[in-house]
């Protein structure tokens, strides 16, 4: 493995110093990244791929988040914000990922000193060194950073930057609802059945699942609180099914922990259970999916089950078996990954579900995320790669330290502190995000 000097100190190259820093992603960790640079005076550049900011929140905005506002807003965001006449919504109150976009993201992007370095409906696609690729060692800490974008009209240029803070985090890149990993035998086939984690199944997209036998995939967050809203659809709508299929062979895996501080999380495992025993939801558990074919009037799973070969016929298939970060852009770039669950390697014990619930993390920070390309960081979600553990405020703990550290201000680089609400068990076979 290759070492790494974490001595805190920026670029001191004459070519970095008069570079941006570039923020790949515009949403909440993103914006706190810039918030935090602003602050400190750095300049930066925000490259957001959707055509407004936190465009990912916006798809699963209908729901709500299980923590309350007092844990949703960076504290240098906050600054920036209140010095605009902003105030913080109910401290206590859980908002849905609409409301914290509407009443906290869209404002903090609109603040002057963030506003006019956002870009949208810019994505990037590639990130290197100038004039190097990863094997060139030679003076590769002074050369400046470059970026591949692809804007909206699909014309391709490239940027330069001092630094890169990966905010992009994993929502865009699902896990495949094949049990092994891979993308899934058959989904050409059926890509028009299946629906992204979290769909507004009562609300924009209640069409799709009207009066439809619908089969929910993946023992997460995400899953229960679909599942939770199609249990209600099928009260309202004469012909809607439920069956929540997961390759575990136990169905709850979500929190019902009465010592959960985030009182919505708590809740929901014991509501899914209910609507069980009520036989709102159908659960097939121990099914491994292997591949799936198009018939004439359904979506065919086909699997195994306890040893034996089986098949499951729905109309519609919702993929919520979590996420994993995308590294394609990265190909270039000297990174320094978990084998396991592809966070940066100091992270992933401070991570590790099988050890750690969201609210048992360790404060960590720049040095937990370094790599060995000098000056990119991995933050937010996406650092966490294919753990389900992370919350906000860790993230905002996170780009704190980076920029910190990229101001050259050793004593606040290194100084982490994180104070989380206390939680119930997290698990790796959750497969999503439990503690947005």
């Known amino acids: 493995m290759t070492l790494v000097d974490l001595t805190p100190r920026p670029p001191a190259d004459e070519r970095l110093a008069v570079l941006p820093v570039a923020i790949i992603g515009a949403g909440p960790i993103g914006l706190a990244a810039a918030a935090n640079l602003a602050e400190r005076g750095i300049d930066f550049v925000v490259y957001e791929a959707g055509d407004q900011v936190a465009d990912s929140m916006r798809s699963w905005g209908h729901t709500r988040m299980f923590s309350p506002w007092r844990h949703l807003v960076d504290p240098a965001s906050r600054r920036l914000l209140e010095a605009e006449g902003w105030e913080l919504p109910s401290p206590d109150r859980a908002p849905t990922g609409d409301e914290v976009v509407r009443q906290y993201i869209a404002p903090l992007a609109q603040v002057p000193a963030i506003a006019a370095h956002v870009r949208t409906g810019v994505a990037v696609i590639a990130v290197a060194r100038h004039g190097m690729d990863r094997t060139r060692t030679r003076a ?11 804007a909206a009209s699909g014309e391709v240029t490239e940027t330069t930057a001092r630094a890169v803070i990966d905010a992009s985090g994993t929502y865009s890149s699902p896990n ?21 984690a979290l769909p507004d199944v009562r609300g924009r997209d209640r069409d799709v699942f009207a009066g439809r036998r619908v089969t929910v995939v993946g023992a997460g967050h995400s899953a229960a609180n679909t599942l939770l809203g199609l249990a209600a659809l099928a009260r309202e709508a004469a012909g809607t099914t439920v069956t929540w299929l997961i390759r575990n062979t136990q169905a709850v895996r979500v929190s019902s922990s009465p010592d959960d501080a985030l009182v919505g999380r708590a809740d929901l495992g014991g509501r899914v259970e209910a609507a069980v025993a009520r036989g709102e ?21 086909i699997g195994q089950r306890r040893g034996a070969a089986t098949t499951h016929l729905t109309d519609v298939v919702v993929n919520a078996t979590g996420f994993r970060p995308d590294l394609a852009m990265l190909r270039e770039i000297r990174l320094d990954l978990d084998d396991i669950v592809e966070a940066p390697r100091r992270l992933a014990p401070l991570i590790d579900p099988n050890e750690h619930s969201c609210g048992t993390v360790a404060p960590h920070g720049f040095r937990e995320l370094s790599h060995p390309e000098p000056g990119f960081f991995i933050v937010g979600m996406k650092s966490y790669g294919r753990a389900p553990t992370f919350l906000l405020t860790t993230g905002y703990e996170q780009v704190r330290s980076v920029t910190a550290w990229l101001a050259g201000d050793a004593a606040a680089a290194t100084q982490v502190e994180l104070v989380l609400p206390a939680t119930g068990v997290c698990s790796t076979d959750q497969g999503d995000g439990c503690c947005a």
């Open 140 to 150: 590769r800490a002074a050369a400046p950073f470059v970026l591949r974008l692809r």
């Open 281 to 301: 939801i159908t659960v097939i558990d121990g099914f491994e999916i292997l591949s799936a074919r198009r018939t004439d009037a359904a979506v065919e799973l």
């Open 176 to 196: 495949p609802l094949s049990s092994n990993g891979l993308d899934l035998l058959g989904m050409a086939e059926i890509a028009d059945r299946v629906t992204p």
